[in-house]
């Protein structure tokens, strides 16, 4: 039953992280120019918005990893 529920946290971690790493600005400003938009006047700079995903995307490749380790070692 753990087992199951890890596996399907897994499987959500991973969509996650595809779209944080979609969502990053590269040289052609991603997808997170297109999605941000004019909000980008009321949010603040695109810098902001970049340190964010920067930071989700770490911590979600962190987590990724750990259930990934967990689940090859789980017997």
């Given amino acids: 039953m753990v087992k199951i529920a890890l596996?399907?946290?897994h499987v959500i971690l991973s969509?996650?992280?595809i779209v944080a790493v979609i969502m990053?600005?590269?040289r052609s400003a991603g997808l997170s120019g297109a999605i941000s938009g004019g909000?980008?006047?009321f949010l603040g700079k695109k810098k902001g918005l970049d340190q964010?995903?920067?930071k989700i995307t770490i911590g979600?490749?962190?987590l990724y990893a750990v259930?990934?380790?967990i689940l090859v070692v789980w017997k």
């Fill in 7 to 9: 596996t399907a946290f």
């Fill in 15 to 17: 969509v996650g992280l």
């Fill in 24 to 26: 990053q600005s590269g």
């Fill in 39 to 41: 909000a980008e006047t």
């Fill in 52 to 54: 964010l995903l920067s």
């Fill in 60 to 62: 979600v490749a962190v």
């Fill in 67 to 69: 259930t990934a380790v």
